[in-house]
């Protein structure tokens, strides 16, 4: 059950992270800009794979913290 909470928790920390970081990377300007290279059809902002990497961890810390101070 452990595990399932912590895939779920990951999830939900992903729904807040991504969207908050996608609209910060915008305000400052931070895009992987557009360029002969590129095969998307516009900016792109860079720190949306931030959120979904930090998630897991943070999931897994907060639910193994949870887990050892209530002794599951």
Known sequence: MLV?????????????????????????????????????NGNIPRLGGVGIFASFPLAYLLTAYGAHTHGV
């Open 4 to 40: 399932v909470g912590t895939v779920v928790l990951s999830f939900l920390l992903n729904l807040v992270f991504t969207p908050a970081l996608i609209w910060f990377s915008k305000k400052k300007g931070w895009y992987d800009r557009l360029d002969e290279r590129k095969i998307h």
